[in-house]
């Protein structure tokens, strides 16, 4: 059982940067690619970013990329989303998720979750 626990979501004007962190505990969680996914008010939960457990795979969802980045520390057991050049159709619920799966790119992929770090951009 792996235990997720999301920081680092606040409110921000856009343009501003924000890193979110993920913090994973029980398990063998250094194992496992991450995920991050976010979920807009009225809007269903879509793919942000992904990287595997060595850092060699990472994927990025194109309406980010370029300004957001993944990235791990396992000897932290934990994961950050830097975030950059913000825009207000940034305004989410991020969550960061685990996954057995090496190409994992859908929440069905995933088999644990954090509970949601809210990131609200202002214009």
């Known amino acids: 059982q792996v235990q997720l626990v999301e920081s680092g979501g606040g409110l921000v004007q856009a343009g501003d940067s924000l890193r979110l962190s993920c913090a994973a505990s029980?398990?063998?969680?250094?194992?496992?690619?991450m995920g991050w996914f976010r979920q807009a008010p009225g809007k269903e939960r879509e793919f942000v970013a992904a990287?595997?457990?060595?850092?060699?795979?990472?994927f990025i969802r194109n309406s980010v990329k370029g300004r957001f980045i993944s990235s791990r520390d396992n000897a932290k057991n934990t994961v950050y989303l830097q975030m950059n050049s913000l825009k207000t159709e940034d305004t989410a619920v991020y969550y960061c998720a685990a996954s057995g799966s090496y190409y994992a790119r859908v929440s069905g992929d995933y088999d644990y979750w954090g509970q949601g770090t809210q990131v609200t951009v202002s214009s």
């Open positions: 990287i595997s457990w060595g850092g060699d795979m990472t």
């Open positions: 029980g398990g063998t969680s250094s194992t496992y690619t």
